[in-house]
């Protein structure tokens, strides 16, 4: 007890020893400060003025950013919103009036040669042309409702269609659904195959082109490039 008592003795006696040489060199600057005013007035203003600027600046930085963050939040939401109200249009398509929208689309965007399937049996070709670069386009479509994925053995009949038996240069799954598995997913990616969900879809619809959606699920972009035939 008597070591405590002597500890704690000792601690105020250092604290009282520190705010003592606190307050003594905070006299000796202000009586040099005073007898020095002419020559140290400019800093004693400038100094504050300058915290004040620093500070209003940080807060006008801080508060363009929260604005910028803010606006892009609202823009985001906007943009998803808006390709819902256009995907509600899509839905209310039939799947033969589905390929032949996403031909449409692919004119749109600088294709030529396009030609739709419209039948069973095509071997996952449900839309098949050129890029405007020549390489060959190969689509298949897959009208589902949003809250379906596409399976791993949807993907795999395609990949083993898209350029063995219609000699793809770019192959691409898109559908109406929200998601792929993650199989699907997978191997769309090691098999070069753009796999292009109800977003992205969505994204298309609204004026985004093909070639820039394409790079965003795999590459997709056959290296090979072919002409258009005549």
Not at 33 to 45: D, K, L, R
Not at 70 to 95: I, Y
Request: hydrophobic share 45%.
């Amino acid at each position: 007890m008597a070591k405590r008592r002597r500890r704690r003795s000792s601690g105020k006696r250092t604290r009282r020893q520190v705010q003592g040489w606190s307050i003594a060199a905070a006299a000796v600057a202000v009586v040099w400060v005073a007898g020095n005013w002419a020559a140290v007035w400019p800093f004693v203003v400038a100094v504050p003025a300058v915290i004040v600027v620093i500070g209003a600046g940080w807060l006008l930085w801080r508060a363009h950013r929260d604005a910028v963050s803010q606006d892009r939040e609202w823009r985001a939401r906007e943009e998803a919103k808006a390709r819902e109200l256009s995907m509600t249009e899509v839905d209310a398509l039939d799947w033969q009036d589905f390929e032949r929208f996403v031909a449409d689309l692919c004119r749109r965007d600088g294709c030529t040669n396009v030609v739709v399937s419209g039948r069973s049996g095509d071997l996952g070709a449900d839309v098949v042309g050129h890029l405007p670069d020549g390489r060959k386009l190969v689509v298949q479509c897959k009208k589902y409702a949003p809250e379906r994925s596409v399976s791993s053995q949807d993907m795999q009949k395609f990949v083993g269609t898209a350029r063995l038996e219609h000699g793809a240069d770019v192959a691409v799954f898109v559908t109406t659904c929200r998601t792929f598995t993650k199989a699907a997913q997978g191997l769309a990616l090691r098999q070069d195959i753009a796999a292009l969900h109800r977003d992205l879809l969505g994204a298309w619809v609204r004026g985004a082109r093909l070639e820039t959606l394409i790079p965003l699920s795999g590459r997709g972009d056959g290296r090979a490039k072919r002409n258009p035939p005549a």
